[in-house]
């Protein structure tokens, strides 16, 4: 279950169709700010080969799972921990272990639960998780980082463990759509018990792409490809501060928990397409940097720079043109806006 700003899933369709038209079948895709992961998905689901980053580790490790398995890893090293049964995949006996494991009162419990004590002094308990929930995610993700560390999982393992924990935490969060902040009472999807659930596997035969991680601007300065497509933040709320606990997931530290909201320090993966002071010009070193003719930008008009300011900006690269689709705006109650929303695809060919 991702529960991303800006997920990709209703503009699938058309971003693979203008691919095609651009640059026909089976060429090579660069998605330089890949996020979920679904968009580098499909590409891969039509044959295309996929250079896929994005600077935030929970990404990196989506981006793994989607494009470099077909089939579930055999975890022979865990031959010593796991019974491995003939009733589940060897994955599924896996999760079955973790799921089994006795909760552990470590950092979630403490920091993202109300049983917890931050060790923030200007905080009062968390309510991102039910102290039982808490102690699960403590326990497997400790785990997880044992294994790891023992040399028990391979990489790509330890991307499907993390890819699974990320996703199953999702179902359970108590939020409203971000971690940027915790909901003031648990709703009912937070006080289901938490467990471990296996992902679906793209079967795909072709896993040869290639998954970075790292900012576009310096990615794209060794990037070469048939088209670039591109994801752009589209306001000014940071990704690494709204989905500060799934980064610490995904690297399996123990940062940090600063303020009423328990933020990691999350300024290393901070994005200047977040500002207006200095978006442009990102869009213009990316751009600049990748050797590619073909370009898609992904964009909607609650972003922080209008249609006409980017087209303007991308001319001086070549030839542009913008697609429009409209799509139901997501919004609360006392919103104002418009129940429509207008996203772009903005083309540009050399």
Known sequence: MYRYIGNKTKLLPEVINISKEVIGDGNVVADLMAGTGLVSLEYRKNDFKVIASDIMTYSYHHLVCNLL???????????????FTQNFSNYEDVLNYLNSLPGSKSFFYKEFSPS???????????KYFTPE????IDSIREKINQWIQ??????IEASLLKHTLILSVNRIANISGTYGYFLSKFKKNSLQPFELRPVEIEPHPNT?????????????KST????????PPYMKRQYAANYHILETLARG???DAI?????????????SFCTKTKGLESFEEVIGNTNSNNFIISYSEDGLFTLDQLVNNFKKFGKVSVRETKHTRFKSNKSKLSNVLNEYAIIIQR
Do not use: M
């Open 69 to 83: 398995l077909n089939k579930e890893p055999l975890f022979k090293g865990l031959s010593n921990d796991v019974i």
């Open 150 to 155: 023992d040399n028990k999982i391979s990489e």
């Open 253 to 255: 530290d123990y940062p």
């Open 224 to 231: 070469s490809a048939d088209l670039v497509y591109l994801d």
């Open 133 to 136: 929930n808490a102690s699960k």
């Open 208 to 220: 040869k792409h290639t998954v970075l991680q790292g900012y576009a601007e310096e990615i794209s």
């Open 259 to 271: 303020g009423k909201s328990g933020l990691r320090d999350w300024w290393d993966q901070h994005s």
């Open 116 to 126: 917890g004590t931050p060790t923030a002094i200007e905080s009062n308990p968390r």
